[in-house]
Structures are given as structure tokens and as C-alpha cells.
């Protein structure tokens, strides 16, 4: 089975993010890249494409009830100094 690295972003300034994600992805890491929150997902490049939910969230700030069920995947911290958490609800079954 081929597995590769994909690139994502998430814009910190929307909350929730929906992405065709291959199925069974798991994230790597989280970072700030060129001013937006860029994650790093280890996927199946064959596996079926599912929509999957990211929230993103500011550190003091309301967090929809659907993360709190959600897998943490990292805080990232941009060039201003504001501090963003990020969720995934990933699908871990095709």
C-alpha cells in the first residue's frame, strides 16, 4: 500500500473548515506557513475521498459542540501572537 504526505490550510479566521480528505488520513503536524495554518496529513492517495470536518478555534474563544467530540491535532501560534487550536473529526473507517 502507497502512502503519501499532503498539504492542507486552514484560514484561522474560519472556524469550520469541511475537505475531502482521503479516508483513514492521519495528521502529522500543524504549523504556520506563509501566514496561514498549514497541516500535514499521511493518506492513501487510492482511498475513497471523504469530506471531513476541521475546527479551528482561538485560545479564550467559543468552540463548536462538534469538536469537542473531535481528535486535537495541534496549536499553532501566528506571527502576531495569537494562538489557534485545531480540531479534526477524521473518519478512521472507508
Known sequence: ???EVWKYTLRP???DVRLLVPACATVLS???????IAMWLLVDP???KVQTE??????GQPM?????ASTFVGTVQDD???VWHIFANLRRHA
Open 1 to 3: 500500500m502507497t502512502r
Open 13 to 15: 479566521e474560519t472556524d
Open 30 to 36: 500543524a504549523q504556520m506557513q506563509h501566514g496561514q
Open 46 to 48: 487510492r482511498a475513497e
Open 54 to 59: 476541521f475546527y479551528v478555534t482561538g485560545t
Open 64 to 68: 463548536y459542540a462538534e469538536a469537542f
Open 80 to 82: 502576531d501572537g495569537l
